[in-house]
């Protein structure tokens, strides 16, 4: 079959392994971290996985909230929380003073669950609490930056962790890392859009070219004046490769543009916020 490039769509196989295996874990936990991109604070809460997770006390982080702007961020906190009832902490992974909180209040969700081992005659032991979320969120380096080590592995693209992993935090603390996992099936392709944006999904399942065209047509309605002003590129021109590849000279040999490298090179600088602080989702009042 002809893959449609225009198309974002990705295989169920490994998605259905992976939410099993935490499935598994699921009893096994006393709490659960849920990890989401403040980029995109609705868009990364994966339904299913906060279906699968029922009652357990949870507790919402909204990383890599060092690329987005602070007064935006806290309406969403404060959407998050009446929607969940869950608390919603902003917290940027690679600033360990953020993450101090986190651990308080892992250890303090846990505690009744602990408490109700200990009332049938168990010894006390440290709270097992599961870091979940989509792929490339920064559950792995929030675990790093607790423990101030590389236990964990990261990197900037989705599918970095593989395997569950325990990590021990302190005495009173144990963290599960776990590999990210995408919705089985996206439907809506203007959220498949988004999370290609911030480098949640495979770039198996997607153009280079089309999603950084898309992603300058998102923000040329938005904050065209910042990639303008990043790129060099002149108020008469539009924002587009083609023209971000002339102004770049990111040619090939013979003159003509360098889409692809172009491409790659604006989801990049975007993904590392080079380009500016953005919230790509909106709050829709009238629901
Ligand atoms: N700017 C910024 N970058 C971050 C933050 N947290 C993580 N990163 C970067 O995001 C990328 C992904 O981080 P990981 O910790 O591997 O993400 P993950 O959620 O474990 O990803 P998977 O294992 O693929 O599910 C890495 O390049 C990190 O350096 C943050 O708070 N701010
Ligand atoms: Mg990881």
């Known amino acids: 079959m002809k893959k449609d490039k225009t198309h974002i769509h990705w295989y169920p196989g490994h998605i259905a392994k992976a939410e099993r295996k935490l499935k598994e874990q699921l009893t096994l936990v006393d709490a659960v971290i849920e990890v989401l991109d403040a980029r995109l604070p609705l868009s990364s809460c994966y339904e299913d996985i906060t279906r699968l997770l029922g009652q357990k006390p949870r507790l919402i982080l909204l990383n890599k909230a060092d690329l987005t702007n602070k007064q935006e961020l806290s309406k969403f906190i404060k959407l998050l929380e009446d929607k969940t009832g869950c608390p919603v902490i902003p917290t940027d992974a690679k600033n360990s ?100 944006f911030v480098n949640a999904i495979s770039e198996n399942a997607y153009s280079n070219e089309i999603v950084a065209q898309e992603l300058l047509d998102v923000l040329d309605e938005r904050q065209a004046k910042a990639f303008r002003e990043y790129y060099k590129l002149p108020e008469d021109k539009e924002l587009n490769i083609d023209n971000i590849s002339l102004e770049r000279n990111w040619l090939l040999t013979g003159g003509s543009t360098d889409r692809e490298r172009t491409s790659v090179y604006i989801l990049r600088d975007f993904r590392e916020g080079k380009i500016g602080k953005f919230i790509l989702d909106t709050i829709n009042y009238s629901e």
């Open 97 to 196: 003073k953020d993450l101090k909180s986190i651990v308080n209040k892992a250890v303090e969700m846990s505690e009744p669950r602990i408490q109700a081992i200990m009332a049938k005659g168990l010894l006390r032991r440290p709270a097992r609490v599961m870091v979940v979320g989509m792929p490339n969120v920064g559950k792995s380096s929030i675990i790093n930056k607790l423990t101030r080590s590389s236990k964990t592995k990261i990197g900037a693209k989705a599918g970095v962790t593989r395997q569950q992993q325990w990590v021990r935090i302190n005495p009173q603390l144990e963290l599960l890392d776990t590999p990210g996992i995408i919705p089985m099936k996206q439907e809506d392709q203007i959220k498949a859009r988004k999370l290609a």
